[in-house]
């Protein structure tokens, strides 16, 4: 499948894209887990931040945000990592990752990066370089687990 990838500040996103964002994590953290949280968290068109999606066969694929530092001494903060259902298995959750730390070397390369992941995910994700730091907690009655690189 022939994908198109996007890594825009979020002043450069148009109405479509940020909605296609909003409806793709609505789907997957809000209804498909069954957890009702806020994602609209105000950090989506703040400072700096960066969004990376892919766009296949007309449709949002996949999609990340990230967080600018709040200071020197800060990580830059990796979250709402997503793949649709229709494209998991492709290894696209890999594609995305490798695009997410393209991004955060080319526009804050002196800065660790975080994530708080799904403790089931933390395979994964160590695969991309990441290692646990902490327990396991629960956020939204979901495991997670802080991780950094």
């Known amino acids: ?7 825009l500040h979020h002043s450069k996103l148009n109405v479509h894209q940020l ?3 909003l409806a793709l ?13 806020e994602d609209i968290d105000g950090q989506d068109l703040v400072r700096d931040n960066r969004h ?6 007309g449709r949002m694929l996949a999609c990340a945000r990230i967080l600018t530092p709040l200071d020197e001494n800060n990580p830059v903060k990796i979250g709402r990592v997503i793949v ?30 975080y ?6 995910l933390q395979p994964f ?3 991309m370089g990441f290692t646990p730091v902490g327990e ?8 997670h687990i802080d991780m950094v690189k």
């Open 115 to 120: 994530l708080s992941a799904q403790a089931h």
């Open 125 to 127: 994700y160590a695969r």
């Open 25 to 37: 994590r609505n789907r997957v953290f809000i209804v498909e887990q069954q957890c009702p949280y």
């Open 52 to 57: 990376i999606f892919a766009i296949g066969e």
């Open 84 to 113: 649709t259902s229709e494209a998991r298995g492709l290894q696209l959750g890999y594609r995305l990752m490798e695009q997410v730390l393209v991004s955060c070397e080319r526009y804050w390369p002196r800065h660790q990066q």
């Open 1 to 7: 499948m022939e994908l198109t990838w996007y890594d």
């Open 19 to 21: 909605y296609e964002i």
């Open 136 to 143: 396991v907690y629960l956020e939204d009655n979901i495991p």
